[in-house]
């Protein structure tokens, strides 16, 4: 494990507020907006332009501004409010430069690798991925399916799997921080432009579990979101899983939570009028 890199102070970072970070646990993922500006954005192309071979790991030491975006207010707020003030950067990084012509990868979940940790009740790890230019529909933006990280299980069948009705396109604007649950099935797509698009991957991980929410929580919304998690529909799952789905997102919430916690419900999902 590598220390947190990040500079925000606690004070400095603009936390979730409770509708987006149950927005979190029902979909897996946010996409933040920073403020950096073109200047500094295009900065970060050019340098990834300039370098003679793909760094690896060492990306943060080959273009030191990149600890900028993750130190952002923003996205160490998004990050502190999902993973706890003391989250730390994991080692693993990677640049993905996708060049005009590349094709889409299948869908995949991240190896797994070293202290990432898969869990369908909580959030332990997460990947948080920037982009440093606009990313159009036909660039190759990142492609992700909401709610599959309360899925994890299925997996190892994802790889042959072509498109899906609730699958998202995330197109960004330039300086986007997408952080995505570890387990969201995600891939890159096809770039049918003619422009270069880069991605840069960190990933991030829980130190220790909360004792009180670390995102902007307000008690009074407590009926609502509780009420949000249970009912919202998320992915569309068969009727045999949709209990399972919400007592994970309530089983999250209540990690995430700490103290205040809602309870987990079974009903009797098959009682009822005979199908017509
Ligand atoms: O290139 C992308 O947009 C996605 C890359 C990806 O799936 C990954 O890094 O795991």
Not at 91 to 107: A, E, L, V
Not at 108 to 134: I, K
Not at 231 to 242: E, K, Y
Request: hydrophobic share 40%.
């Amino acid at each position: 494990m590598t220390s947190a890199t990040t500079t925000a102070t606690t004070q400095e970072r603009v936390l979730l507020n409770d509708e987006q970070l149950v927005e979190f646990i029902i979909n897996g993922y946010i996409i933040v907006e920073t403020d950096f500006g073109d200047e500094f954005n295009r900065g970060i192309f050019d340098q990834l332009e300039a370098l003679p071979e793909n760094p690896g790991d060492g990306i943060l030491e080959a273009i030191p501004a990149l600890g900028d975006v993750y130190s952002h207010p923003k996205v160490a707020g998004a990050l502190a409010s999902v993973l706890g003030p003391d989250y730390y950067m994991y080692q693993h990084r990677h640049c993905h430069r996708n060049m005009p012509g590349t094709p889409s990868q299948m869908w995949h979940l991240d190896g797994g690798a070293g202290t990432m940790e898969r869990n369908p009740e909580h959030v332990r790890s997460v990947l948080a991925m920037y982009y440093p230019q606009d990313v159009a529909a036909n660039m190759g933006p990142t492609a992700l399916i909401p709610g599959t990280h309360l899925f994890p299980s299925s997996a190892d069948r994802i790889a042959s799997y072509g498109n899906f009705k609730d699958q998202i396109i995330a197109t960004v604007k330039a300086g986007s921080v997408l952080i995505t649950h570890y387990d969201v099935w995600h891939a890159g797509t096809a770039n049918t432009s003619d422009n270069v698009r880069y991605m840069i991957k960190f990933l991030f991980n829980r130190l220790s579990d909360t004792t009180k929410p670390s995102w902007d929580y307000k008690p009074e919304a407590a009926a609502a979101l509780g009420n949000k998690i249970s009912t919202a529909s998320g992915a569309p799952v068969t009727r045999a899983l949709a209990g399972l789905e919400k007592n994970r997102r309530i089983r999250m919430w209540n990690n995430l939570a700490g103290g205040i916690s809602f309870p987990t419900e079974y009903w009797d999902r098959w009682k009822g009028p005979w199908p017509a």
